[in-house]
Nanobody, 123 residues
């Protein structure tokens, strides 16, 4: 079993930055992709970003140029640096792990999920 624990959420003002972290533990596959999704109450969970084992990245258009995903394979940790935050970025952010190589933007492609961390951006 794999456990994912997110941290780094909080309350910030528009234009500020936040860095989310997600640490994986347990029996992960030898190579896996990790992604970030976000969800506003009452709405579907949306793709934000993904990074493959080798470091290839992909972003949703809404965050491209403002968010940066990175990972430390030795620490089994993925990060999401969020800059120039906007009120519309307010959501619960979830970390996810996909036990396969390659990029995926659909939540169904991911096998494990964290508990989520709240990000609130005020105007």
């Amino acid at each position: 079993q794999v456990q994912l624990v997110e941290s780094g959420g909080g309350l910030v003002q528009a234009g500020d930055s936040l860095r989310l972290s997600c640490a994986a533990s347990g029996r992960t596959s030898s190579r896996y992709a990790m992604g970030w999704f976000r969800q506003v109450s009452g709405k579907e969970r949306d793709f934000v970003s993904v990074i493959t084992w080798s470091g290839t990245t992909h972003y949703a258009d809404s965050v491209k140029g403002r968010f940066t995903i990175s990972r430390d394979n030795a620490k089994k940790t993925v990060y999401l640096q969020m800059n120039t935050l906007k009120p519309e970025d307010t959501a619960v952010y979830y970390c996810a792990l996909r036990s396969s190589v390659g990029i995926a933007t659909m939540s169904e492609a991911y096998d494990y999920w964290g508990q989520g961390t709240q990000v609130t951006v005020t105007s």
